[in-house]
């Protein structure tokens, strides 16, 4: 069921259903995709969407937006020297949980962030961080913000979003002086808000460029297109990869990395079925960026295509030709996988999937 909220009680019964956080005097911006549009969805626990004026957005958000402690973020290592299932947390006022640590600069680092409703037990983190240390010698932390994103209203996690960021961001810098860490070396990987969260830190980072951000179905609800500063964009990281699954939903539609890619069309994912929010398409981003991590790159390679319309034709989209006069392109290259794209893959690609794992073909 979709409720829409158009005048008179209504708008009111909304206002009591989100107005539980201590508000802010600070200004906060507008965010949404489309500033054109007159009424935003918000999701909601039950699988439903809240529909909002747009002009309620920036009095909302200031409603909901509280700091939220960097104590309440966790920063968590996992490494195979590590013989805790609990990992080694590491503590940005605490020098010594750094240096005491099984972090070493020389292994690369890996960076997992989680979205709305998650934690680091839940599975996206799990098994992302599993697969990695299954298959390589890495460093894996796993930034745990669900003091926050636990939150039953999705208003007040997009508000903890830049918190986050801006910890992590402290973070790495704490790392690259104290322990001699590569930016180079780092990949962030972020589904959801978590995409958001990685942007964040790629642009308050003061000690060097990130390599790689790998962005998973970034949110969409209460985002902007224009409002780069307060988003994941293409300019955070050396390269920024999005993978988008349920675009113009729970996630952008929108190219908004150095490459794009949309499997299946990048809105709805085969074997989902009908789902009003999305859910399931939103989690496949994860799902196949796990299995693209175990996969080889031949079953990974994705067509660069023209246009975001040619993507979402019903038939095979036309690939895109080199154009000799100018930079040349690879007109297929692996999504996801290990190590990135970077310095290979940019513009929009397509590629279709399966409906069940194993997805890739």
Request: glycine share 8%; with cysteine.
């Amino acid at each position: 069921m979709v409720k829409y909220l158009l005048s008179g009680v209504i708008p009111i019964l909304l206002v009591v259903s989100v107005q539980c956080v201590i508000g802010s005097s600070s200004p906060v911006p507008l965010f949404l995709e489309n500033e054109l549009e007159e009424w935003v969805r918000i999701p909601t626990l039950v699988g439903e969407w809240i529909w909002t004026h747009r002009r309620s957005i920036g009095v909302m958000m200031k409603q909901h937006q509280k700091s939220l402690p960097s104590s309440d973020i966790e920063f968590v290592l996992y490494t195979r020297r590590d013989t805790s299932d609990e990992g080694h947390r590491l503590e940005l006022e605490n020098e010594e949980s750094l240096l005491s640590s099984n972090f070493n600069p020389v292994r690369p680092t890996r960076i997992i962030v989680h979205g709305w409703q998650s934690s680091k037990s839940s599975p996206i983190a799990e098994s992302i961080r599993d697969t990695y240390l299954l298959l390589w010698d890495y460093n894996v932390i796993v930034v745990d913000w669900s003091a926050c994103s636990m939150h039953w209203n999705y208003v007040r996690a997009v508000g903890c979003v830049p918190d986050v960021g801006q910890s992590l961001a402290l973070l790495l810098d704490a790392l690259q002086k104290q322990m001699g860490l590569l930016m180079e070396d780092v990949y962030i990987i972020g589904h959801s808000l978590g995409a958001h969260i990685a942007g964040i830190a790629g642009k308050t980072i003061q000690s060097g460029l990130l390599h790689t951000i790998i962005a998973l179905d970034p949110a969409l609800p209460l985002f902007s297109i224009r409002q780069q500063e307060n988003r994941i964009g293409h300019q955070d990281a050396m390269y920024v990869e999005v993978i988008h699954t349920n675009g113009g939903l729970l996630g952008f539609l929108h190219p908004i990395g150095t490459a794009d890619f949309y499997p299946n069309g990048g809105s709805h994912q085969p074997g989902c079925g009908f789902n009003v929010v999305g859910l399931c398409s939103h989690s496949r981003a994860w799902e196949l960026f796990v299995e693209s991590l175990l996969e080889p790159e031949e079953k990974l390679l994705a067509s660069r295509v023209e246009s975001l319309d040619a993507i979402q034709q019903e038939t095979e989209p036309p690939v895109l030709k080199s154009d000799p006069d100018s930079h040349p392109m690879v007109e297929r290259v692996k999504m996801g996988g290990e190590p990135s794209s970077a310095g290979q893959a940019r513009g929009l690609y397509s590629i279709t999937t399966r409906d069940k794992s194993p997805f890739f073909r």
